[in-house]
């Protein structure tokens, strides 16, 4: 079944017209974070840094965040590795994530795909496991430094629990 889905999203990839590709809405927040970060604080009840790079793919018409952990487990491997991808519909001005990562493998099941509006310079995106459970991964852009805070929260049954509090720095 999944390599039959595979096989469709390869194709309508294939048929879509390189013109549909546009530059990014002027208003997106996205813009600001392309480049090389440092994430650094608090996450899951311990200290963490990772190496986050954002990068404009499919001519603009996406971000793909690549997000590493310092730490490595027993094999020298990343204790902590994603891949996402960010996005901004011209019209509706809705964001969207996909976030795959080295946790579990997720079967690009609807918990993997978050939903935003914009609100001021934030992006409060909101990824749904069940009815009443729901994942919070707010980027916070302060102008005046370049830098992003972001929050993530666990939510279940309406209960916010953090789960981390970082900020993202230019390298």
């Not at 204790?79 to 519909?89: H, K, M, R, W």
């Not at 629990?161 to 720095?169: D, E, G, I």
């Amino acid at each position: 079944m999944l390599s039959r889905m595979a096989l469709g999203l390869v194709g309508l990839l294939a048929v879509s017209p390189l013109g549909a590709q546009t530059a990014a809405p002027s208003d997106s927040l996205l813009g600001h974070l392309i480049g090389h970060w440092v994430l650094r604080g608090p996450m899951s009840g311990k200290s963490v840094v990772h190496d986050v790079t954002f990068a404009w793919v499919l001519g603009t018409e996406y971000v793909e965040m690549h997000e590493v952990s310092r730490e490595r487990t027993a094999t020298g491997a990343p204790a902590y590795e994603a891949i996402v991808y960010l996005g901004c519909d011209p019209h509706t001005h809705e964001y969207a994530a996909m976030w795959l990562d080295n946790t579990a493998y997720g079967a690009f099941a609807p918990a993997g795909i978050g939903h935003a509006q914009a609100a001021a310079d934030s992006i409060p995106f909101v990824f749904t496991s069940s009815p009443t459970s729901r994942f919070h991964n707010t980027f916070v852009y302060d102008r005046g430094s370049d830098r992003w805070a972001w929050h993530m929260d666990n939510d279940d049954d309406g209960v916010r629990r953090p789960f981390a509090r970082v900020t993202l720095t230019r390298e």
